[in-house]
């Protein structure tokens, strides 16, 4: 019995033993493990900060070489071979364009080839920018009539030899015709009759807008008995004529029965809600205006007497609850008709009707009247 009790009393040591074992064995695995992805942790913590560092210490120049590829745009001309373009197509095995000839005879052109623009047989000229291509542009366009030069701006992607933005393009919507090629036709005449008259010379059109109409069919579909809408992209050769052509088309119609009026977009179409005019925005408007503040209310009679004096083209009067106030802007051409009117305002102020004089002379938008 004795001896029994004892060997019982031994296992139960040696087992308690074995689960205190078991138990701490599990707790150093884990503690490996966080040690291993502490030093881990740190090495990439350590590679992120190199990382950094390094492109701390790039300039903003290598940076944005890094990160932007360089594009390297070849803007194009396009020369048809009809007129002054025939004499640079040469037969050989095939018809071919004498490059030499081109570049000698177009200013800044480095390559010519032939090409084909809306169907029509010409050649395609590349530059090295767009400021030598639009050089280039403005010599066709003052030699077209007596030279017979029939050109066009590149289109397309600019990837693809087209220019970034042509300023002298108008949309024109709502153009009347059975076929796309009827209402080319018929925007043709519209404009040719607005830009030349019978003593005109023969090309002296192609140095108002480009001879390559393009036509789509409008998206809205409004057909008007067996004619159909489509929308006409007309590129003209300036800004100052798509401007002209943009206020003589808009509103009117294409036909005289058509009940739609045509529609024009485009950089020369837009309106200036400051002067009215037609080809630039308010913020771009040239007209300049001074707030000039009166030592009574800014009547009629006082607005007769500023526009007398100062030769200002317009004064807006401000308003509080429909009464009149004291104050007001008045509106010059430009910056050099408001400069000339210093001296009407400076009389303006040694008699007590103007409170403030301008400390500027630049031409500002709008400068505010204040006291010295």
């Known amino acids: 019995m004795l001896g029994g009790s004892g060997e019982e009393e031994s296992k139960k040591a040696l087992m308690s033993v074995d689960a205190e074992n078991e138990e701490k064995v599990p707790g150093n695995i884990v503690d490996v493990k966080m040690q291993i992805l502490d030093v881990f942790a740190a090495e990439q913590i350590d590679q992120a900060m190199a990382a950094a560092a390094s492109l701390r210490g790039l300039s903003d120049a290598q940076r944005d070489r890094q990160r932007i590829p360089v594009r390297y745009h070849a803007p194009k001309l396009f020369i048809a071979r009809s007129g002054w373009g025939r004499q640079f197509f040469v037969e050989r095995r095939k018809l071919t364009v004498d490059e030499a000839a081109v570049l000698k005879a177009i200013p800044g052109a480095r390559e010519a080839r032939r090409g084909f623009l809306n169907g029509e047989e010409g050649m395609n000229l590349a530059f090295l920018g767009e400021t030598e291509m639009w050089k280039a542009y403005i010599w066709c366009r003052e030699h077209a009539t007596d030279l017979h030069i029939i050109f066009a701006a590149g289109r397309g992607k600019v990837e693809l030899g087209g220019v970034t933005q042509n300023p002298g393009k108008l949309t024109i919507r709502n153009v009347y015709g059975r076929s796309q090629s009827e209402a080319r036709e018929e925007i043709r005449r519209i404009l040719l009759a607005k830009f030349t008259t019978l003593a005109s010379p023969e090309f002296f059109q192609h140095s108002i807008f480009e001879k390559f109409i393009e036509v789509v069919p409008s998206r809205e579909r409004l057909e008007w008995y067996d004619k159909i ?10 800004r100052e004529y798509a401007a002209q052509a943009a206020e003589f088309l808009h509103g009117k119609t294409s036909h005289s029965l058509v009940p739609y009026p045509m529609k024009v977009y485009g950089i020369a179409a837009q309106r200036c809600t400051s002067c009215e005019r037609v080809g630039h925005l308010a913020k771009d408007c040239p007209r300049v205006g001074l707030r000039c503040t009166f030592s009574q209310l800014c009547n009629v009679t006082l607005r007769e007497h500023l526009k007398a004096q100062t030769k200002c083209i317009k004064i807006t009067v401000g308003a509080n609850g429909g009464r009149e106030v004291n104050w007001a802007y008045l509106w010059f051409e430009d910056g050099k008709s408001r400069l000339n009117s210093i001296a009407a305002l400076a009389e303006l102020k040694q008699e007590g009707t103007l409170l403030e004089y ?9 400068l505010e009247m204040r006291g010295h």
């Not at 301008?358 to 709008?366: C, G």
């Open 229 to 238: 809408s489509f929308t006409c992209y007309v590129y003209f050769t300036s």
């Open 358 to 366: 301008p400390m500027h002379t630049a031409p500002h938008r709008v």
